[in-house]
């Protein structure tokens, strides 16, 4: 059975003339222990679709379940980072993290939450800095913050919508590493957003594109078979690599164009004409 699932999920904001339909019959099955990434282009409905993974939000039609029930609301069994990290303000390093702790570890000894909070800090080496608030972290560090906020929760699922995306080259293949490493340890189910096919491809079990919006579909899938440990250094002179990622590459190249035929064809304004009928009296 897959751990979630979306079985024909249609969704959109606004009112009647003005709705605006963001995924419709959209079907993804996950299971347990795999590691899926979505790409797609930006704006197609990747944060709507991770948010109906969620529970955050709930489909018009269709359903979204968990463990093969129909998600009602969020719960920290299911674990998202936000690719704008969420974070609260007013705490430190060390209180977004241990308040997150105390709502799913209420028995915790203080003693005890201290230790498992602090191995959380270090375990993203935000080490040194448990007294900043988040306006003084870089983007990185907000980013690393609130993955480690996240994982302390030990969700059955992580939801990862675009965790990267604000990092430099060099952060980002760290806090790569450390998502594979963090998976690979415990084999937690992974959701991944990306729009970054190289990324997809390094870290992933399967790649499942969301075509373009409006009314976005989950398309064709493409199975990741490269042995793991996937060495990055090595990864750009694999054949099979390399392989992977023009396919994939030529395909979303490919949806892109269709949709933007589409696109063109329904805005072609028509000639305001009436059709000639012969022969009718
Ligand atoms: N709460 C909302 N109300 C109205 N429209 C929304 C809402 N949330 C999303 N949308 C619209 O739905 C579409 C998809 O948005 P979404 O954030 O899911 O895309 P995305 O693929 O994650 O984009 P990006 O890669 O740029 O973050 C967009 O056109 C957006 O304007």
Same mark, same amino acid.
């Given at each position: 059975?897959?751990?979630?699932?979306?079985?024909?999920?249609?969704?959109?904001?606004?009112?009647?003339?003005?709705?605006?339909?963001?995924?419709?019959?959209?079907?993804?099955?996950?299971?347990?222990?795999?590691?899926?990434?979505?790409?797609?282009? #930006?704006?197609?409905?990747? #944060?709507?679709?991770? #948010?109906?993974?969620?529970?955050?939000?709930?489909?018009?039609?269709?359903?979204?379940?968990?463990?093969?029930?129909?998600?009602?609301?969020?719960?920290?069994?299911?674990?998202?980072?936000?690719?704008?990290?969420?974070?609260?303000?007013?705490?430190?390093?060390?209180?977004?993290?241990?308040?997150?702790?105390?709502?799913?570890?209420?028995? =915790? @000894?203080?003693?005890?939450? $201290?230790?498992?909070? +602090?191995?959380?800090?270090?375990?993203?080496?935000? @080490?040194?800095?448990?007294?900043?608030?988040? #306006?003084?972290?870089?983007?990185?560090?907000?980013?690393? %913050?609130?993955?480690? $906020?996240?994982?302390?929760? +030990?969700?059955?699922?992580?939801?990862?919508?675009?965790?990267?995306?604000?990092?430099?080259?060099?952060?980002?293949?760290?806090?790569?590493?450390? *998502? *594979?490493?963090?998976?690979?340890?415990?084999?937690?189910?992974?959701?991944?957003? @990306?729009?970054?096919?190289?990324?997809?491809?390094?870290?992933?079990? $399967?790649?499942?594109? %969301?075509?373009?919006?409006?009314?976005?579909?989950?398309?064709?899938? =493409?199975?990741?078979?490269?042995?793991?440990?996937?060495? $990055?250094?090595?990864?750009?002179?694999?054949?099979? =690599?390399?392989? %992977?990622?023009?396919? *994939? @590459?030529?395909?979303?190249?490919?949806?892109?164009?269709?949709?933007?035929?589409?696109?063109?064809?329904?805005?072609?304004?028509?000639?305001?004409?009436?059709?000639?009928? =012969?022969?009718?009296?």
């Amino acid at each position: 059975m897959a751990i979630l699932e979306l079985d024909n999920a249609t969704i959109g904001f606004g009112e009647s003339h003005r709705r605006y339909t963001v995924l419709e019959g959209a079907n993804l099955k996950v299971h347990e222990n795999e590691f899926v990434a979505i790409i797609g282009f #930006s704006g197609s409905g990747k #944060s709507t679709l991770i #948010s109906l993974l969620a529970g955050l939000l709930l489909p018009d039609e269709g359903a979204a379940r968990f463990k093969g029930k129909q998600m009602k609301g969020p719960g920290p069994d299911r674990g998202i980072v936000f690719q704008n990290y969420s974070l609260l303000p007013w705490l430190t390093v060390y209180g977004n993290i241990e308040l997150a702790v105390k709502q799913v570890f209420p028995k =915790f @000894t203080r003693s005890k939450r $201290r230790d498992y909070v +602090q191995h959380y800090i270090d375990m993203v080496s935000l @080490t040194g800095s448990e007294a900043k608030r988040p #306006s003084e972290l870089s983007g990185g560090m907000r980013q690393r %913050l609130s993955l480690a $906020r996240t994982l302390s929760m +030990q969700p059955e699922v992580l939801l990862l919508d675009e965790p990267l995306s604000a990092l430099d080259a060099l952060t980002r293949s760290v806090l790569q590493d450390e *998502i *594979i490493r963090l998976w690979e340890e415990d084999r937690r189910t992974v959701v991944m957003v @990306t729009n970054d096919v190289d990324e997809a491809v390094l870290m992933a079990d $399967r790649i499942v594109p %969301l075509t373009p919006g409006p009314s976005a579909k989950l398309g064709r899938e =493409f199975p990741v078979t490269l042995d793991r440990p996937r060495d $990055r250094a090595t990864l750009n002179f694999n054949p099979e =690599f390399k392989k %992977l990622r023009n396919e *994939i @590459t030529r395909y979303m190249m490919g949806i892109n164009e269709e949709a933007k035929q589409l696109r063109i064809a329904s805005d072609v304004i028509l000639p305001d004409v009436e059709p000639i009928r =012969f022969g009718v009296a």
